[in-house]
């Protein structure tokens, strides 16, 4: 029997406009390696690439009509296939239960450690939005598109939230104080996945020798690192590859 692959794991990240979803995010990638992916972002790469899909998601932002949550699961599966990793961020997504159930219907390969929920009271997040608006250029940095943006949260994206909270897979943290002592508390939640991870992936890769399953040892391996000798009786030879 071939050894089984490593499933990839993402980590939501939600909360509301302005409580530092991003800051948090930039810091989990550079600390821990995780690949961070925006929902958004992804759609508004697609729209200006001048792909036909990218035209399809133009003529519909346009129209006022909202894009199908297929085309945004199936740009979010591109780019974690191209990255060739396997722990994942996926920032502003799920946002409603039309994501959710989206998500769950196409997306059965890929586990879920958890929603990381940034917390934080509705008049710090506009102080902070209201500020950032000074210099972000921002069209939807101002108090009405702030507040309707608000509303969109609390109506849509908060009953996701108390989802997943039922299966007891929210990870609250307050992000009132300074961005580095809510790096802290996230560092507390990251931490056990990542060791969680990494026996996984170490299991997985020894099931793979013993087992002769070169095809697998290769797939769980970075290629700058790993050469095969299928020939060498089970004795993996261990080489750098690159010389940059």
């Not at 979010?76 to 990793?85: N, P, W, Y």
Request: overall charge negative.
């Amino acid at each position: 029997m071939a050894a089984s692959s490593l499933r990839s794991k993402v980590l939501f990240v939600l909360g509301g406009p302005g409580s530092g979803k991003g800051t948090q995010c930039s810091k989990i990638v550079a600390k821990f390696g995780f690949v961070h992916l925006s929902a958004g972002d992804l759609l508004r790469e697609e729209r200006s690439s001048g792909s036909p899909n990218g035209d399809m998601i133009d003529r519909m932002i346009r129209d006022g009509a909202i894009v199908p949550v297929k085309v945004t699961l199936d740009l979010i599966r591109k780019a974690m296939l191209e990255s060739g990793r396997d722990l994942f961020l996926i920032d502003g997504f799920p946002r409603n239960f039309d994501n959710l159930e989206g998500w769950e219907a196409e997306m059965t390969d890929v586990d879920v450690a958890g929603v990381l929920f940034y917390d934080c009271p509705e008049e710090e997040m506009e102080k902070r939005l209201l500020e950032r608006g000074k210099t972000s250029g921002r069209t939807d940095d101002n108090i009405d598109a702030i507040r309707k943006r608000f509303t969109t949260y609390l109506e849509s994206t908060m009953p996701i939230i108390e989802h997943f909270a039922l299966k007891d897979q929210v990870f609250r943290i307050s992000s009132i104080p300074s961005p580095d002592v809510v790096f802290d508390e996230t560092a507390k939640v990251i931490e056990p996945i990542v060791k969680r991870h990494l026996v996984d992936s170490t299991q997985r890769l020894l099931d793979a020798v013993f087992q002769g399953d070169w095809a697998t040892y290769k797939d769980l391996c970075d290629e700058c690192l790993s050469a095969i000798e299928p020939q060498s009786m089970g004795h993996v030879i261990e080489v750098c590859l690159s010389t940059s």
